[in-house]
Nanobody
């Protein structure tokens, strides 16, 4: 069974940057649309960013202009570059994948695969 492997979380100061990666355990990841979600303690899971196989991207208002989702086709990896991090970005971040085009990347029910999560902590 295909699994998603995330990495790159950690502790960073307010205003700092982190880069999260999401890769498939088996072969090419390039036919999947990918989304990033996060869940902070005591809060609901929320959409962060999405990348379709067409190259179209979508971001939540909370991260727009600070986060960038991108794909490295050669490495079969999707990245989430997070800049200007704030304490309110502290959460467990999850990547999710759906084979083919996904026109509603902010909706969780359309994804077939989920990663195990990686913790991001932003200190003030």
């Amino acid at each position: 069974q295909v699994q998603l492997v995330e990495s790159g979380g950690g502790l960073v100061q307010d205003g700092g940057s982190l880069s999260l990666s999401c890769a498939s355990s088996e072969g090419s990841f390039n036919s999947y649309s990918v989304g990033w979600f996060r869940r902070a303690p005591g809060k609901e899971r929320e959409f962060v960013a999405g990348l379709s196989i067409t190259g179209a991207t979508r971001y939540s208002d909370a991260v727009k202009g600070r986060f960038t989702i991108s794909r490295d086709s050669a490495e079969n990896t999707v990245w989430l570059q997070m800049n200007s991090l704030k304490p309110e970005d502290t959460a467990t971040y999850y990547c999710a994948a759906r084979w083919g085009i996904y026109y509603s990347p902010q909706l969780t029910h359309g994804y077939q695969l989920w990663g195990q999560g990686t913790q991001v902590t932003v200190s003030s």
